[in-house]
């Protein structure tokens, strides 16, 4: 006989899981500070990508299948295969957070923007100084690695990102090379969309969609989900793509050109620091302002603040790691 405290025991780890999930999704929810570093500090990182890489057309064709009453034990087999109540867990707490993490940012972002990039800069710059240690310059594949890091970063941070613009085409490929990030530790998804020139128009979607969700519940029209929902299932499209083809891209260069793979990857996001420098300005030439010495130092301390952050998780990992 099952009892009470059975069933507590039973869902407690799910419920670890569940908030290991929310502490992701904080995580991916702002440039420079990777859902996979979280996952490899709580301990489920192998877990993790395990379950995503097994996401292949094959298993899914054969879950699809299970409708018909002969495949649904083979059907049943590949939903353990994939892991899908790990990942149905964790995705749920990674959406909470990003849901509320994002609405926050929005705002932050028109509201005290030099603050809020500056806090970005922090965590993109300590991002690179942690991961700098796997970097090694010494062949000339290496060195070319780097230097094509840093200037597709550096270009991107600038007006070719903002040169995309914002259509279902680009918001599809926005989220398969943000899902992409998923794999690797210190590398933000959330900073590859501010690259792309899409962080800060996904952000606002997701907080407009969820409104007009919410708007449903008292009475509001359903033309107002139609829009912001149409971007967000682009996105989640984009991801799901991105979860059987870039990602496994990305792994496969890990594992087989590791060392100017994580080059690249590093100068990337030391090209990326020019993206906040760049948001921060524009936003306030919006409101008709400039960089003053007070402006400055606020976005100084903001940087620190991120810094110090990314280097204390890193030192948690480090000590887990090891």
Partial sequence: MTT????????????????????MGAADAVPGVSGGTIALVTGI????????TSITPERVWRIISGVSPGNRRDALAALREID?????????GIMTAVITVTRVLDVAIDEIPVPTFGFFFGLIAASAVVLYAQVHL????????????????????????AALGQSYTTTVVSGAIAVSAMILPGVSGSLLLLLLGQYEYMTSTLKEFVDALLGLV????VSAVIEPGATVVAFVIGALIG????????????????????????SLIVGALRAPVVKASEKLAESGQTWTTELIGVFVAAAVVGALLVLVVDRYSTVIDG
């Fill in 4 to 23: 009470q405290s059975d069933e507590r025991t039973a869902l407690l780890p799910w419920l670890v899981l569940y908030l290991k999930g929310v502490c």
């Fill in 45 to 52: 990182y192998e877990r993790l990508i395990n379950a995503v």
């Fill in 84 to 92: 899908l109540r790990f990942l149905l867990v964790l995705g749920t």
């Fill in 138 to 161: 010494d062949d000339a594949r290496q060195i070319a690695a780097a230097v094509a890091g840093f200037a597709v970063g550096f270009i991107a941070s600038g007006s070719a990102g």
């Fill in 218 to 221: 008292v009475g509001g029209p």
């Fill in 243 to 266: 979860l059987f083809t870039i990602a496994n891209v990305v792994r496969w260069a890990l594992e087989h050109y590791r060392r100017a793979t994580l080059t690249f990857l590093v």
